[in-house]
């Protein structure tokens, strides 16, 4: 299947640092990626949709302004988390689907794991 | 929300079938299903859907109720490789967002 890489895979940041996010698609164009956020035990909490040329859609509670998203190329969107605080630590997952293609898989990088101390 | 609804943990002995039930009483006619599982620490990764007819791959095989209300993921010869938590999501089509909901963290007992 396709494959979708994050980088970097773990972070560790101090408090009121930003720290950015990169999610890639390696052999495959993505018009739309999603990011999602995952605390200890919990499920994943979709975070935005971020769309290729255009301003990323968030869900109700996340703020645009802390939580920068950029999709400027097919392949490439990120995440940037300004000053960013220890209740920001948490897994950040990325995802994308294929840009016209058929396939209705939508496949999940392996994740960043954020610590801010 | 999530519009499923899934028991939070299963156990399954090693080399046997695992079925994971999945009720999705209120599911759309143009609602799919779709399966992922997530082991620890790593990102979810698809495993099947399937829209009214049962589905197979080389992974599971998906049965869905003739009245599309609820569906089971059969993971054929469970090993200690299935352990993770599977997830049963209802979307329209692949550009629809995914809504997780909690899922059922499966058990392989060896």
């Known amino acids: 299947g396709a494959v979708v890489s994050q980088h970097p895979s773990r972070v560790i940041c101090k408090s009121g640092t930003s720290v950015k996010i990169e999610c890639r698609s390696l052999?495959?164009?993505?018009?739309?990626m999603f990011w999602y956020r995952q605390f200890p035990k919990q499920s994943l909490m979709l975070m935005a949709t971020?769309?290729?040329?255009?301003?990323?859609?968030?869900e109700q509670g996340v703020e645009k302004d802390k939580f920068l998203i950029n999709h400027a190329s097919l392949t490439l969107s990120t995440l940037t988390v300004t000053s960013a605080h220890p209740e920001d630590s948490s897994f950040y997952i990325c995802?994308?689907?294929?840009?016209?293609?058929?396939?209705?898989?939508?496949?999940f990088g392996p994740g960043t794991r954020l610590t801010v101390l | 929300d999530a519009k499923t609804t899934q028991p939070p943990s299963m156990d399954c002995a090693e080399g046997r079938a695992a079925n994971l039930p999945c009720n999705h009483s209120?599911?759309?006619?143009?609602?799919?299903v779709y399966w992922y599982r997530q082991i620890h620490s790593q990102g979810p990764q698809y495993i099947i859907h399937?829209?009214?007819n049962n589905e197979t791959n080389e992974m599971a095989s998906l049965i869905i109720t003739e009245d599309r209300k609820s569906s089971t993921l059969i993971l054929p010869h469970a090993t200690l490789r299935d352990t993770a938590v599977y997830y049963c999501i209802v979307r329209v089509n692949r550009d629809d967002k995914i809504i997780f909901g909690k899922g059922t963290r499966l058990h392989i007992l060896p």
């Open positions: 209120t599911i759309s006619g143009n609602e799919y």
């Open positions: 971020s769309n290729e040329g255009s301003k990323a859609t968030y």
């Open positions: 995802s994308a689907n294929i840009a016209g293609g058929r396939n209705n898989e939508q496949f």
């Open positions: 399937g829209l009214k």
């Open positions: 052999d495959f164009q993505a018009t739309t």
